[in-house]
C-alpha cells in the first residue's frame, strides 16, 4: 500500500517535470532563434530577388543557402519567419501583460470593495465577452489604421476579462482571512491592502492563467494577420505569412508550412508548460 501512494505521488511529479521540460525547450529554441536573427548569417528579410523566386528549401544560390527557401518576392523565407516570429511575439508579450494587469486590478477591487463597483465591474466583464472580437478589431482599424501599438491594445483590452475573473474569486476568498481583517483593523488604505496583501497571495493563479492565455494570444494575433487587418506587410509576422503564402501553396508549400509549424511549437509548449504548472499549483493546494 506504501508503494502504490509512493508510485501515485512519482508519477505526477514526473509528469509535470517532463512537460515543463518539453514545452520550455520548444519555446526556448523558437525565442532563441528569433532574438538571434539580426547577428545570424541570413539574409535581409526584406530584400527581393526576383531571380530566386520559388526557390525549395536546402537551394545554394549566390546570396547564400536558403535553408527553408523563398518566397514569390525571392526573399529568404527562414529570414522572415525569424523576423516575423520576433515581431508577433512582442506583440501576444505586450497584450498579455496589459491584459494581465488591467483584469488584475479590476479583478481586485471588484472582490474586495464589493457593493456597486463590483456589480459595474462584472457587467462590463459580460459586455466584453459577448462582443465579437472581429468587429471589434475590425472598427478600430476601420477608425485609427492597423498600427503596432493600435493592435497591442485592442489584443490587450480585450482579453482582461478572465485575469478579472480569476483574481475576483480569489479575492473573494483572501479578503475574508484573518491577518486581512487585522490590517484592516489597524487602519492601512485598501490600495496598501491590496498591492501589498492580497496581490502577492494572486501571483500564482495569474502566472499559470497567463501561461495559458499567451497561446489564444499567439492564435489570435495569428488571425489577425492572415486576415490583412494585422501589420501590413512587407513587414512580415507569422500570420501575414501565412496569409501571403496561403495562394501559392500549390506551388510552393513551404511558405504556409513552416510558419505554421513555429505556431504550432509556441502554442503547444506554452500550453505545456501551462499544463505543468497548473498540476503544480493544485498539487501544493492539496
Known sequence: MILLRQALRTKPRRRFYGDVLLGGLLVALVLLAALLSPWLPLPDPLTTHLADVFLAPGTQTASGMHWLGTDQLGRDLLARILAGTRLSL???LMAAVIAAVMGSLLGMLAGYVGGWLDALIMRLMDIQLAVPFILLILLVMA???????????????????????V???????????????????????????????????????LVVLLTLDIPRLIVLEASIGFLGMGIQPPT???????????????????LVFYPGLIIAALVIGCNLLGDGLLRKSHARAG
Open 90 to 92: 512582442f506583440i501576444v
Open 143 to 165: 477608425l485609427f489604421g492597423a498600427s503596432l501599438s493600435n493592435i497591442i491594445v485592442i489584443m490587450g483590452v480585450t482579453s482582461w476579462a478572465i485575469y478579472a475573473r
Open 167 to 205: 483574481a475576483r474569486a480569489k479575492t473573494l476568498e483572501i479578503r475574508e482571512l484573518e491577518y486581512i481583517e487585522s490590517v484592516r483593523a489597524m487602519g492601512f488604505s485598501t490600495p496598501r491592502i491590496l498591492l501589498r496583501h492580497v496581490l502577492p497571495n494572486l501571483t500564482t493563479p
Open 236 to 254: 512580415p509576422t507569422l500570420g501575414n505569412l501565412i496569409g501571403e503564402g496561403r495562394s501559392y501553396m500549390l506551388l510552393a508549400q513551404w
